[in-house]
């Protein structure tokens, strides 16, 4: 079995929850506010260790009173945090996040430390594996994110890109990734297109990056599920009910960690996205992000 190498993000999340979302030039009361463990990297590798794989976190965080919280909440999730510097120079990165009262939220993001991790840090910290599964998202420099893939690939591990937030990517860079994750809104700002507005209209544009040279595609669509695309085949899995939704804010990185620890754990594509859409539904069943994953099962 593999390990889950992610490069990514660490931050503080301070949420408030609201009965609605303000309106510009707006003033609204929250009904409650939290400080909580984020950022898609530990967020990811949160994940991936409660989905049962040896996950490690290569990241920054600053030399604050947060920094040294979220690095012991990370080891509470399992998250091996030795790669994980401390940045005297900057601020813990942080997530400002509104969350309504139907589950939906919005992020502002201060990438503080974030903005440090680079390529040559993961390189020194970790041998990589044939076995293993690297996993990057678009919270840490795009040049970072370039370093490692070439980083892994010479290794021979496997890469998983989170493409969130979107950032303008090389097309060489983008061939050069094995499994590329994308919702709906950032499948159309990839592809130059408007975003899919259906399953068919998904299936489509997975199909159009497969041909960017990408051999695993998968695009999540909400409410609707999922499609996905690789060598094998493509198809749709619709969204699982496994309750009322209570907070949507990690699902999409629960979805993520769980889907790399079954390519890690040697499950097939599309076995590994039924794995990581059973994971997210189960996050969104409680408050927060990492702090939803406790309730995860571990891939067979």
């Known amino acids: 079995?593999?390990?889950?190498?992610?490069v990514g993000s660490v931050n503080q999340d301070i949420t408030v929850t609201v009965e609605r979302f303000p309106?510009?030039?707006?003033?609204?009361?929250?009904t409650s506010t939290s400080y909580r463990l984020g950022g898609k990297g530990a967020n990811q590798a949160a994940a991936a260790a409660h989905g049962g794989a040896e996950a490690l976190l290569v990241g920054r965080v600053g030399g604050d009173a947060a920094g040294i919280t979220l690095r012991e909440e990370l080891r509470g999730h399992g998250v091996d945090v030795s790669a994980l510097r401390t940045d005297e120079e900057n601020t813990t990165g942080i997530a400002f996040i509104t969350v309504s009262a139907t589950g939906e939220n919005t992020i502002i993001l201060d990438a503080g430390a974030n903005a440090r991790v680079?390529?040559?840090q993961a390189a020194e910290a970790i041998d990589?594996?044939?076995d293993d599964v690297v996993v990057l998202q678009g919270e840490v420099p795009a040049v970072t994110n370039e370093e490692v893939i070439e980083w892994a690939h010479r290794a021979g591990a496997r890469v998983v890109l989170n493409l969130a937030p979107v950032y303008s990517i090389a097309p060489e860079t983008l061939a050069g990734v094995d499994v590329l994750v994308v919702n709906e809104t950032e499948c159309g700002l990839v592809l130059g297109s408007?975003?899919?507005g259906s399953p068919e209209e998904a299936l489509a544009a997975a199909a159009a990056l497969r041909e960017r040279g990408i051999a695993g595609v998968l695009v999540?669509?909400?409410a609707a599920g999922a499609v996905w695309a690789c060598a094998e085949g493509s198809g749709h899995m619709p969204a699982i009910d496994l309750g009322p939704v209570v907070d949507t804010t990690g699902a999409g990185d629960a979805s993520v960690g769980v889907l790399a620890a079954a390519l890690a754990?040697?499950?097939g594509f599309a076995s590994a996205v039924a794995e990581g859409m059973r994971a997210g539904s189960t996050a969104v069943l409680a408050a927060g992000a990492a702090a939803s994953y406790v309730a995860i099962a571990p891939v067979s």
Not at 1 to 6: A, D, E, H, N, S
Not at 23 to 30: M, N, R, S
């Open 220 to 222: 999540t669509l909400g």
């Open 194 to 196: 408007p975003a899919p």
């Open 118 to 120: 680079t390529g040559a």
């Open 265 to 267: 754990a040697g499950h």
């Open 1 to 6: 079995m593999g390990r889950v190498i992610v």
């Open 23 to 30: 309106a510009p030039g707006e003033t609204l009361a929250g």
């Open 128 to 130: 990589v594996g044939v």
